[in-house]
T-cell receptor, first 112, second 113 residues
Framework: DQQVKQNSPSLSVQEGRISILNCDYT??????FLWYKKYPAEGPTFLIS?????DKNEDGRFTVFLNKSAKHLSLHIVPSQPGDSAVYFC???????????FGQGTRLTINP | DTAVSQTPKYLVTQMGNDKSIKCEQN?????MYWYKQDSKKFLKIMFS???????INETVPNRFSPKSPDKAHLNLHINSLELGDSAVYFC????????????FGPGTRLTVT
């Protein structure tokens, strides 16, 4: 029972264009959402997050959008850079649960 | 300085053996975690310790036993290894709970033959 799903295992984007990574969740108790980025042979690193009381959070080139009614969030990267090539994990947490539930990741490749 | 370190990075062993993976964090965090990344690439939490006390124990076979000698260390011992234990194991740490921003180690790739 995977409560957080990233249905695109991979995505290829031209350098300078927008990258959009998607994530769906099923648990309506989730109230906090995060994106982590992972390079090969390294652990995931925190990128950006959003609380369920918001529908958008922006940090530089990275913006996360949350659509609670659709139980969907997305990460936008504009403009995409070669260093953005990595695996991106979506994660969610329910209040009081004290744990993160991760999706299976989307491999983003930025082509020069 | 590595914030969260794990040893070994690679571990190849035979079925039935017992092995340990060590984790240390120098961030002064009070909570540490073990995650397993399975063949389908999902990162699933196994255990969580807060100030050396177990707070999360997901449905994990009791062949897996975490040990936290102090706040900076959380080791994972696995008895009677099985083929299905082959995976990448990540240690992580965070400050406070609920802890959203977790700092991960580089992972230990365990291969059971």
């Amino acid at each position: 029972d995977q409560q957080v799903k990233q249905n695109s295992p991979s995505l290829s984007v031209q350098e300078g264009r927008i990258s959009i990574l998607n994530c769906d969740y099923t648990n309506s108790m989730f109230d906090y959402f995060l994106w982590y980025k992972k390079y090969p042979a390294e652990g995931p690193t925190f990128l950006i997050s959003i609380s369920s009381i918001k529908d958008k959070n922006e940090d530089g080139r990275f913006t996360v959008f949350l659509n609670k009614s659709a139980k969907h969030l997305s990460l936008h990267i504009v403009p995409s850079q070669p260093g953005d090539s990595a695996v991106y994990f979506c994660a969610a947490s329910a209040q009081g649960a004290q744990k993160l539930v991760f999706g299976q990741g989307t491999r983003l490749t930025i082509n020069p | 300085d590595t914030a969260v370190s794990q040893t070994p990075k690679y571990l190849v062993t035979q079925m039935g053996n017992d092995k340990s993976i060590k984790c240390e964090q120098n961030l002064g965090h009070d909570t540490m975690y073990w995650y397993k990344q399975d063949s389908k690439k999902f990162l699933k939490i196994m255990f969580s310790y807060n100030n050396k006390e177990l707070i999360i124990n997901e449905t994990v076979p009791n062949r897996f036993s975490p040990k936290s000698p102090d706040k900076a260390h959380l080791n994972l011992h696995i008895n009677s290894l099985e083929l299905g234990d082959s995976a990448v194991y990540f240690c992580a740490s965070s400050q406070g709970a609920p802890a959203y921003e977790q700092y991960f180690g580089p992972g230990t790739r365990l291969t059971v033959t």
